[in-house]
């Protein structure tokens, strides 16, 4: 072979005709192992000619054997194929989902439904890197349309905007909100309230306010508290603070001083959550299944 010459140029497809004619000793031999027409075969062979500038096959009567330069091109040949199929048998043995997914959540949603969805992910799409950020729905509507998050867990008022084209949105969870109050609170010794008797009190609510306050009470509630996060609300509620509503889901997550109590009357007021997104890509519906599994095993 001579100096100069750009191998880099070479199709690959070129170098597997030719490790078949050099393997088969024919090229109507190799041709139809490969299913090209015996025309095909040599136009492949005669293109590697040209950059190698030599010829790599004698041919005879009986077949082709490899010229010397043939021969040091196959062995060549057969190192970087044999490269390239383990370098294909390897990335087929990866999770098909790769890439990054920004997701951003509401306070509600990390006590136990973004942490548990991420757990099942980092076992099932190792290849799947998913960030995340906490922001008021509101905010998070606004970063979707901005196109700052992917997709977004939203406590989920109906529509979620008025623009276009429209968000779409799967529920992934639509619980009753139950009532939390201090321990040593009056109401505190029943089994349930009424809602008259949520009249009155200081609440503890998410800005600007949102949850926390139960919607059903007919005066206006007096906020003197306000934290995004459910465990800060709920640290204020067990220090006499203020009352609060939360999800039936997080129940069985209050600390120690607090009281949850069910209310009767009125509407029946639920929390629902939606994840929520403008273009679904396919390592986003990975993240997607994986929230919805979360809530509906």
Same mark, same amino acid.
């Given at each position: 072979? $001579?100096?100069?010459?750009? &191998? =880099?140029?070479?199709?690959?497809?070129?170098? %597997?005709? !030719?490790?078949?004619?050099?393997?088969?000793?024919?090229?109507?031999?190799?041709?139809?192992?490969?299913?090209?027409?015996?025309?095909?075969?040599? %136009?492949?062979?005669?293109? &590697? @000619?040209?950059?190698?500038?030599?010829?790599?096959?004698?041919?005879?009567?009986?077949?082709?054997?490899?010229?010397?330069?043939?021969?040091?091109? #196959?062995? $060549?040949?057969?190192?970087?194929?044999?490269?390239?199929?383990?370098?294909?048998? @390897? #990335? *087929?043995? &990866?999770?098909?989902?790769?890439?990054?997914?920004?997701?951003?959540? !509401?306070?509600?949603?990390?006590?136990?439904?973004?942490?548990?969805?991420?757990?099942?992910?980092?076992?099932?799409?190792?290849?799947? =890197?998913?960030?995340?950020?906490?922001? =008021?729905?509101?905010?998070?509507?606004?970063?979707?349309?901005?196109?700052? /998050?992917?997709?977004?867990?939203?406590?989920?008022?109906?529509?979620?905007?008025?623009?276009?084209?429209?968000?779409?949105?799967?529920? &992934?969870?639509?619980?009753? #909100?139950?009532?939390?109050?201090? *321990?040593? $609170?009056?109401?505190? $010794?029943?089994?349930?309230v009424d809602v008259e008797?949520?009249?009155?009190?200081?609440?503890?609510?998410?800005?600007?306010?949102?949850?926390?306050?139960?919607?059903?009470?007919?005066?206006?509630?007096?906020?003197?508290?306000?934290?995004?996060?459910?465990?800060?609300?709920?640290?204020?509620?067990?220090?006499?603070?203020?009352?609060? =509503?939360?999800?039936? *889901?997080?129940?069985?997550?209050?600390?120690?001083?607090?009281?949850?109590l069910r209310v009767r009357g009125g509407s029946?007021?639920?929390?629902? /959550?939606?994840?929520?997104?403008?273009?679904?890509?396919?390592?986003?519906? /990975?993240?997607?299944?994986?929230?919805? *599994?979360?809530?509906?095993?």
């Amino acid at each position: 072979m $001579h100096v100069g010459m750009d &191998l =880099t140029a070479v199709p690959l497809v070129s170098l %597997r005709v !030719f490790q078949e004619v050099a393997e088969r000793g024919s090229l109507s031999s190799a041709a139809s192992a490969l299913g090209y027409t015996q025309s095909a075969v040599s %136009r492949q062979i005669a293109a &590697l @000619e040209r950059v190698v500038r030599a010829p790599l096959l004698d041919r005879q009567r009986e077949g082709v054997q490899l010229t010397d330069t043939g021969h040091v091109l #196959l062995r $060549h040949a057969g190192l970087v194929l044999a490269q390239l199929d383990a370098a294909s048998r @390897e #990335l *087929s043995s &990866l999770p098909a989902t790769a890439g990054t997914v920004r997701l951003g959540w !509401f306070a509600g949603a990390g006590g136990t439904l973004v942490p548990s969805a991420l757990a099942v992910l980092r076992r099932s799409h190792p290849a799947l =890197t998913v960030t995340t950020r906490e922001g =008021t729905t509101a905010s998070l509507v606004r970063a979707l349309r901005a196109r700052t /998050v992917d997709l977004a867990v939203l406590a989920s008022p109906s529509p979620l905007d008025d623009e276009t084209p429209a968000l779409q949105a799967e529920v &992934l969870d639509e619980r009753e #909100l139950v009532l939390a109050v201090p *321990s040593t $609170h009056p109401l505190a $010794h029943k089994d349930y309230v009424d809602v008259e008797d949520l009249r009155g009190w200081a609440w503890i609510a998410s800005p600007p306010p949102g949850l926390g306050v139960w919607p059903g009470v007919d005066e206006r509630q007096v906020v003197a508290h306000m934290a995004r996060d459910w465990m800060a609300k709920l640290q204020l509620v067990a220090s006499g603070a203020g009352i609060t =509503t939360l999800p039936e *889901s997080l129940a069985a997550s209050v600390p120690q001083g607090v009281q949850v109590l069910r209310v009767r009357g009125g509407s029946r007021e639920k929390l629902r /959550v939606v994840v929520a997104w403008l273009n679904l890509s396919e390592p986003a519906s /990975v993240v997607v299944d994986a929230l919805v *599994s979360g809530t509906h095993p």
